[in-house]
């Protein structure tokens, strides 16, 4: 694991022209196969696990979840059984991602999407108890508090002085620790990648209990940028991810840092950000699902 992470400068004409200093918090470097916050969310979860003494790992997601490959790349890695419940039927043959994942050892537990609304229940886990055995369960993205503490370690890695700090949301864990983390001076901005993203507010105030007082003032969602929907994506997107590529060498993926950079250049180009303003961009990885996403819709993004 290559962690702390790298932070390095961007150099992008635009950020010139506005005077801008724009960083870039490289988590998407930590490990080829469990890097971004997939990792910072699996690390205090999967310390818990080893402390409680469980050999198995279990967790939820859809057929080309970042989280799914993550959690079975780190369990191979680690020793530990790891399964998957993923929502929706198996599809045949098995997309890159469940492919890889499978080959890291992991379980497949295919339900319903109707039963799958139903994973957070005591109901739906007896059931899974009953079925599997015992095991220690991580919720999908690892969304709980150890993943939201796994995710400050972002903020406390960053040794320049910032005034914003961007990253990606699905489910607001990842937000929330950034948050967390915070000096006062300092600000954060949230990119929902799905439609409605509104909602992510009440799940940081969740995560974040009684603290959330405190830095409720302090960071944003701008939730113009999802595209049409999580996982949905326009040749706009497609087109700049190119581009941002060509010219930093930077690769990001349709799903979520996609999404994350076009927001960025966007607000850039918006006066958003006051002048001199240093700004960290946290790239969240993800970049595993660019060949499902591409055996998917039948193009190439970089090639």
């Not at 997309?95 to 994942?101: M, V």
């Not at 929330?176 to 600000?187: D, P, T, V």
Request: aromatic residues 12%; negative net charge.
């Amino acid at each position: 694991m290559q962690t702390p992470s790298p932070l390095e400068k961007i150099n992008y004409p635009l950020f010139s022209e506005k005077q801008l200093n724009v960083y870039i918090k490289r988590d998407d470097l930590i490990h080829p196969e469990i890097s971004g916050n997939k990792w910072r969310k699996l690390k205090y979860n999967l310390e818990e696990a080893t402390n409680q003494n469980h050999t198995t790992v279990l967790t939820f997601g859809g057929a080309y979840s970042n989280h799914i490959a993550a959690t079975a790349a780190v369990g191979k890695i680690l020793e530990l059984n790891t399964i998957g419940v993923i929502r929706g039927e198996e599809t045949l043959p098995l997309n890159p991602t469940l492919l890889q994942a499978e080959k890291d050892g992991m379980l497949f537990l295919y339900v319903s999407r109707s039963e799958y609304r139903e994973k957070h229940t005591q109901e739906f886990i007896k059931k899974l108890h009953e079925e599997l055995g015992d095991f220690y369960l991580i919720p999908e993205g690892g969304g709980n508090e150890l993943g939201v503490k796994g995710c400050k370690d972002i903020v406390n890695e960053i040794d320049i002085n910032f005034d914003y700090i961007m990253t990606d949301c699905g489910t607001g864990a990842t937000l929330a620790g950034i948050c967390y983390a915070l000096q006062e001076n300092q600000k954060a901005i949230g990119i929902p990648v799905l439609k409605g993203g509104k909602f992510i507010q009440e799940e940081v105030k969740e995560f974040l209990g009684d603290s959330y007082s405190r830095i409720e003032n302090q960071y944003s969602l701008e939730t113009n940028y999802h595209f049409g929907g999580y996982a949905k994506f326009k040749p706009e997107l497609i087109d700049f991810m190119r581009d941002f590529y060509l010219q930093t060498n930077i690769k990001t993926d349709p799903i979520y840092t996609g999404k994350l950079f076009f927001a960025l250049i966007d607000l850039v180009k918006k006066n958003h950000f006051e002048t001199d303003s240093t700004i960290v961009v946290v790239h969240t990885g993800g970049l595993q699902g660019i060949e499902g996403f591409e055996n998917r819709h039948g193009f190439s993004i970089y090639s």
